[in-house]
């Protein structure tokens, strides 16, 4: 429901009309009918500015660009990042093909190993590079915790403290505004 919401032009102001289309085959000498999307701009009527949206046009199309990124199904895309308790999963990129690094666990305990398949997948040619993920995880963590200081967490602290001062702030305006409306 959200992708739908996210995917959808009146989101940034436009009207549109027309964004998909039904197609009808015959298969197996049954009539098979499907709704299949229009390619984005190909609408039967689209009308920017139509009305204020939630975003600009400017975030619509960067988010639709995050989401076009994201397909892992689409030709030639990044493909989404993946959980998993590889410390940089999903933010690794291969150096010679540009595509995320696809994250191995291996043995017992699990062990986190790094790698980039798209060429062996493509085109049997082997791997782009592959490498143990242990050594560089516990590199990033030294370096996350010497640079997240007790300073720099107290202060993240106290603005998520007046971020929360202020959301009850103009919660309870919002209730004496409804308050006095009755």
Same mark, same amino acid.
């Given at each position: ?22 197609? *009808? &085959? ?18 039967? *009527? ?65 062990? *986190?190993?790094?790698?980039?398949? &798209? ?18 995880? !516990? ?12 300073? !720099? ?5 106290? *603005?998520? &403290?007046? &971020? ?19």
């Amino acid at each position: 429901m959200i992708l739908r919401i996210l995917r959808n032009p009146i989101y940034a102001g436009s009207y549109v009309y027309g964004r998909r289309h039904v197609v *009808v &085959q015959i298969e197996n000498g049954m009539l098979k009918k499907s709704t299949r999307r229009w390619p984005e701009g190909a609408y039967e *009527v689209l009308i920017p500015g139509h009305h204020e949206g939630y975003v600009s046009q400017e975030i619509f199309e960067c988010v639709q660009h995050m989401l076009s990124n994201n397909a892992s199904r689409m030709e030639g895309s990044q493909g989404p990042s993946k959980l998993g308790i590889g410390l940089l999963t999903g933010l690794l990129r291969c150096a010679r093909c540009g595509r995320k690094l696809r994250v191995n666990y291996t043995g017992t305990p699990r062990l *986190v190993r790094y790698t980039c398949d &798209q060429a062996q997948m493509n085109s049997g040619t082997g791997t782009c590079i592959q490498f143990g993920g242990t050594a560089i995880d !516990a590199s990033v963590s030294r370096e996350l915790v010497r640079v997240l200081t007790p300073a !720099a967490i107290e202060a993240a602290a106290e *603005v998520a &403290q007046q &971020q929360s001062r202020r959301e009850k702030t103009e919660l309870e305006s919002s209730r004496l505004e409804v308050e006095a409306a009755r």
